[in-house]
DNA sequence: CGCTACGCTGTAAGCGCTTACAAATGAAGC
DNA sequence: GCTTCATTTGTAAGCGCTTACAGCGTAGCG
């Protein structure tokens, strides 16, 4: 005797009945309601979750795409996302995506990659994807649009797949006018000269953001004061280091991500510079850690980034539900902290 | 047709042997599980999880369950259990805890903790869960046997439930013999006089290690030398401020993690005092943040931490697989860097 | 040569739910 | 009173797999 029976029988009613009550289907009287909810309450019964879906085709579980499982900017955005699925009802299993590397852009010797594409992701064991700054190959596209299901690109636009993404080059260009605003005109860039990985595009992005920045206020780019730098702490010091090292030291440092500016924070101080007295310095993200060192920083939100793909899947997931048709707009905001000054004459 | 019947028909054979050469079972002849695994290919086939879910009462899945989903600690402790999961090709689907508050012990005011124990995780999703830290009421521990599902608690022993757990007395003790070997007799505890919550007890265990060790030491416990924090980098900046202007400052600082021991850092030199010169540091982790700064830290790798306990399931999980009887340790050892210095005379 | 043993495959009964459809009930309208 | 219709409930057919059991062919053995 299946569980459901068990309940059925202690309402005195039937398995359908019993399975429309706990669903909070309308078409029950309020009375069988109440007697259902008693019964299952008294049994300790939950509804299985395999039973259920395969019964009705609909897992009330989403999947969670990311190509690093422990870094704030991703775990944060995943947060995000999981508050407002769970909220709703929903489990979030996360998969782990491996960036493919420049030198194997197919990610023909990713096998853990190549297995989620062509396996994990396809069990249905998911009603919709969220994909976080992933970069897909054609074929994974291809594979993804096999299963039918809804998927939101978060921070990286993707052909054929519904993105949301933070204006990289608005939030850039931010930054940099802060900077040009205080006078600044030797400014250096942290991180982002050539990709990381093809996964993580948005380096790329700000960098160009801070070229153009540069080119409309009538400077010049010196590739000098270029950096490169994975986007880490340790990354922002080596990059910062390499800068403040290398011909006319900049006046101001724009890194590309706060932890970048941290590590740039800890390089300038190394070197026996001020913050901001010698050097200015300007992150992005909105990361508290930055906050404690008092740098100045474009808050992107990663949280509400996430909570909003998590909205607008659950749109795609439940079309009753009333749509909010207006764009999701990704804001962002200047934090400024007392590691940006006016530049010295 | 179900899908698994075109599979079973261009390959030529039943559905059982499709669903048998498919899952690896050893009765199926080389000849046949070499054209089944070229129909499902051709057919783009993958087995459906919820189907063989049902059907098998194994779901492949495993939940792990976390106080905090963006805090290094804990996402990497979740990442080391991802790999070693998801490589033996289960899934994890990832629950949010809410840390139960001392003014609310049994979480009655706590809705989503509520739900998380009396529902989502009792919906048959998973075949087992690792429990990140957690401590759990009376309540939630019947709730979970009560799903007779394998459960291990990382970090936090459990009355009944099989607990990996790092030595966080021995940590502390090494922590503290370490500086007290450089010569240093104060020295100030950042973090952890009263638990955060009740469900992070951690802090007050480093806080007895550090009493211990005085006490072994011949030292006398100050009050004025420890300050409670929240295990931030934010709290470890103001607890270190209000250490260092207290009655007689401290000649080294023992922050009880290390992003406790960063803001330390930033509120050692934000007083004009250096490192290790005037003021020794030490944390513990392992979180890479630190060697930035140059902090010496006690390394209890998180990462390895979550992939012996997902190992500890996988062995409850698949009796099968030969049981390494061994007893697990989770290691720790001292990192030393510039942060800790001997003690001026 | 008959019998057992073994390796491989097929048959079919579920796994525990959901839901289309049918049926029963009662209220409302004429 | 009879029809119509909405509301509530029950019946039963799956959802797409897995697996116990049975069956078959061949090999080994006395």
Redesign the interface.
Known sequence: MTRIQKVAELAGVSTATVSRALAGKPSVSPATRERVERAARDL?Y??????S??ASGR?R?VGIVMPF????FF??A??GA??VL??AGY??????CEPNRLDDPDGADNP?RSRLF???L????TDGLIMVTLSLTAAERTSLH?IGKPVIALDRPQEGITALAVDNLAIAHTAMSHLLELGHTRIGFVGGIVPYDLDFHVPLLRRQGYEASLVDAGLEIDPLLMCDAEF???GG?DAASQILGAGEPPTALFAASDELA??AH?AIRDRGLRIPEDVSLIGIDGN??A???GITTIDQHPDAQGAAAARELLKELEPTSPHAAAAVRLPFELVERRSTARARD
Not at 122 to 125: G, N
């Open positions: 300790g939950v509804v299985s979750a395999t039973a879906s395969l897992n579980n499982l422990n870094r704030w775990t944060t995943m947060a999981h508050r769970t909220d489990d979030v299993t996360l998969y782990h853990r062509a396996d994990s396809l069990r249905k064991r096999g880490t702490v340790d010091y941290i590590g800890a508290p850690l906050e404690v060192f």
